[in-house]
């Protein structure tokens, strides 16, 4: 029997990482599982693929920011659909996968001219004000990213900021594509679909999901991602054990879908554009989905 405790990344943490709040991956060791569990750019689902490249292209996007790029495998793939892509994240552990894809591949001139800079959601439009122009096609928060910030002061705030930080770098008529887990299915039944559209999945074993509630309200979900990366990684982290299993837990904010709603259009305002899809399908086809994803196009007014 496999010994999990010896195995087991625990990563209680304030979601993103600079000025105080801390950064989930911030051991490297989890960064690395948590790349196993993602896997690279051939593990993304082509259903997810053809969502996200047929919608960028469809609205003339060209010019990218991915504000939650981790270990850049979002940004990898829309570089070799031709996107011009700049990638941030608040993780120096996440970013150095990304940095070395694009040491690897330097000679490729997209990946030559990828940006990749460690930027904080909260202060994000002035720490890159100077790549911001006159704003980006589109601006991408995919993957669950967003529920890494928590609620520190009980009224959100902070999630407000980072969502106006993101309005300021989507140009007229641009959009934000932003995510986030079913979370009011999840507080409901207390469970997390271990496989994901998102990802090949075939390392995940289980998803433990706890729920605590403050005030009769849901505050923060933990997961307990039980991953086999016996596969993947030979070398310290499985202790020399190639059967062994790695064990690492993180906790999000439980955005409620309504009230994710509302917050963009505070952020975005009523003349733009709203439209909410579920597992990459209209809510008429997935009305329970596992995922939702926001897609917000920006008035042109703005």
């Known amino acids: 029997m496999t ?9 209680r943490s304030l979601g993103i990482g600079s000025e105080g709040i801390k950064d989930q991956y911030a051991d490297g060791k989890a960064a690395k599982v948590w790349e196993i569990f993602i896997g690279d750019t051939n593990s993304r689902t082509q259903t997810y693929r053809n969502f996200l490249v047929g919608l960028l292209r469809a609205r003339g996007c060209k010019r990218i920011l991915d504000v939650a790029c981790g270990t850049g495998i979002d940004s990898i793939m829309l570089l070799e659909e031709g996107f011009e892509v700049i990638s941030v994240d608040a993780s120096d552990k996440m970013l150095k996968y990304a940095l070395k894809s694009r040491w690897n591949r330097r000679k490729e001139p997209q990946f030559d001219r990828w940006i990749i800079e460690e930027a904080n959601w909260l202060t994000l439009y002035d720490d890159i004000k100077d790549l911001v122009g006159n704003g980006f096609d589109a601006v991408l928060c995919l993957g669950n990213s967003f529920a890494h910030l928590l609620d520190s002061f009980g009224d959100q705030r902070e999630q407000r900021q980072a969502m106006n930080n993101f309005e ?16 009011d299915n999840i507080i409901s039944s207390g469970e997390t679909a271990s496989k994901c559209l998102y990802y090949n999945s075939n390392h995940t074993v289980d998803i433990k999901t706890s729920v605590l509630f403050i005030g009769r309200e849901p505050a923060l979900v933990t997961l307990d991602y039980l991953i086999d990366a016996s ?57 329970v989905p596992d995922f939702y994803i926001h897609v917000v196009q920006k008035s042109m007014q703005a």
């Open 168 to 183: 300021k770098c989507v140009k007229p008529g641009g959009l934000l594509l932003i995510d986030h887990r079913n979370y």
């Open 231 to 287: 596969s993947a990684i030979k070398n310290s982290y499985t202790n020399g054990n190639e059967n062994s299993l790695s064990e690492f837990r993180l906790s999000y904010y439980p955005h409620r879908l309504e009230v994710f709603k509302s917050m963009l259009r505070d952020a975005f305002g009523g003349a733009s554009e709203y439209k909410i899809y579920g597992d990459f399908k209209t809510l008429e086809e997935a009305p």
């Open 3 to 11: 010994d999990l405790n010896t195995n087991t990344i625990t990563t």
